[in-house]
């Protein structure tokens, strides 16, 4: 009776892994048949730096790759409840599809889907701290929410999120062996940040904008003038040497002594006049 209890409480928080073979095991198998799904793979690890094993565990543990899955209590496409290839509720892809700038996107898309789950551990290392190549404890965040996650994982959520970071390293070594890596240079490379702002808070406030600061005026340098003719460029101008001022000497007064400096005239021999 308390098995079957406990299966129903896995099976309403969307914990139950179910038999192990409802799981796709061979990744490299399936991405060969699926080209494009290969391509939406390498676009998202390369993108959000999230491992194409942990990408992969994510959908197939959530909804066996089944495009058309349905949360507890989802009816359709358009609930708000999980729904799709991610298991994703309608809030939260609203959330993803502004963020990466796209105005309208499916949840049965595969591409959009791997991209909602790197966008989603990037986001959340943001917010939690939590590294988004830790799969454990960024599963549990994705299950249970970041409320949920931070309040405290049930025990038997800790065990399914482990055996899944199990999960997750082996395909990771598997598609190695197999040769998938995103290619160097591909065209599925976006320019998509490497973190993602977090989602602000409805009673958040908008700041006003500061005005900007005016910028000082740099001085400009006058053009210098060509030296004259027989001066060259190297040689400094050297300003003419000013001569020295000297006092105006000024006459005497009409009543005052001689000075000094003028002497008297020589007195002449008068010569005897001849008869």
Partial sequence: MIRWITMAGLAFAGLWVGPAVAQTHDMCALLSRNPDWAEAVRSASRTW???PGSLLTVIDQESRFNAYAKGAGAVDANSVRNFGFAQANLRTWNWFLRE???SSGSRSNFALSVDFVGWHFTTMEARTGVKRDHFAPQYLIYKLGEGGYRRGAPTYARRLANRLEQVARSHDEELAACGFEPKPGSDVESAKPDR????PSKSARALPAEAPKPKPKQAVAKP???PP???SKSQPKTAPKAK???APRTPPAPNSEKPDWILPPAKT???PKAD
């Fill in 229 to 231: 003719a027989g001066q």
């Fill in 244 to 246: 020295p001022k000297t």
């Fill in 196 to 199: 993602v702002t977090p989602e």
């Fill in 100 to 102: 990466t700038g796209r």
């Fill in 49 to 51: 730096k999230v491992s």
């Fill in 224 to 226: 210098k003038s060509d």
């Fill in 269 to 271: 021999k008068k010569t």
